[in-house]
């Protein structure tokens, strides 16, 4: 089951795994499961993978969603410009001012390779004064100085989908096609 997932020319395709029939129920579940009882207030999405994972990821916690755009947004909008991505290039991010004040936000995206968009989107969501409670992957190639950085609040954390997050970290055991070629 859920074999659609490859590498393709060095990018994760996780939209092959979210075409199977199956794939979005055990993606979203898969990233959702050990968040269940966090008080998570807002799930922050990254375009555009990101917004197919996070909105169902959203419904699940009974968060609300709030996109991360590369590009403008309506109404009042904070915006910041990224690191070079995995492509070697600098997004400019935006989002709308909807968390809070200590609202706990849990930022779903569906890989992290060098991790500049996700640093990027936590410095937007903590300019708000949320707290960002980490971060829920598919892939998680993150490196270990984007990590610690990222994981600035004391109880956050960067959880896999999987059990014992083995699936798609590094080595991507056990399943076929998902080593990093
Ligand atoms: O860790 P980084 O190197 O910063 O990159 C990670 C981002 O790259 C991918 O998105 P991509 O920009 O490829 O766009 P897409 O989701 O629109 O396909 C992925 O969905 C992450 O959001």
New binding site residues.
């Given amino acids: 089951m859920l074999a659609g997932f490859r590498w393709v020319d060095g990018?994760?395709d996780?939209?092959a795994l979210l075409a199977e029939g199956r794939g979005p129920a055990a993606v979203v579940r898969g990233l959702t499961a050990s968040w269940a009882d966090a008080g998570t207030t807002h799930v922050v999405g990254?375009?555009?993978?990101?917004f197919a994972v996070g909105g169902p990821a959203a419904v699940v916690l009974g968060a609300g969603f709030v996109p991360v755009r590369?590009g403008l947004l309506p109404g009042r909008s904070l915006a910041t410009t990224?690191?070079?991505?995995?492509?070697g290039?600098r997004?400019e991010l935006h989002v709308q001012a909807v968390p809070g004040p200590g609202d706990p936000v849990l930022l779903v995206?569906?890989?992290?390779?060098?991790?500049?968009?996700?640093?990027?989107t936590a410095e937007l969501v903590r300019r708000q004064g949320a707290e960002l409670l980490g971060l829920a992957l598919v892939v998680d190639?993150?490196p270990d100085a984007?990590r610690a950085a990222l994981l600035q609040e004391p109880a956050a954390s960067v959880r896999r989908w999987g059990a014992g997050g083995s699936f798609f970290s590094g080595g991507c055991a056990g399943w076929p096609g998902g080593r990093r070629p």
């Fill in positions: 990018h994760a996780v939209w990254l375009e555009a993978r990101g590369k990224s690191a070079e991505d995995h492509r290039v997004h995206d569906d890989w992290a390779e060098r991790g500049s968009q996700a640093e990027a190639e993150l984007v």
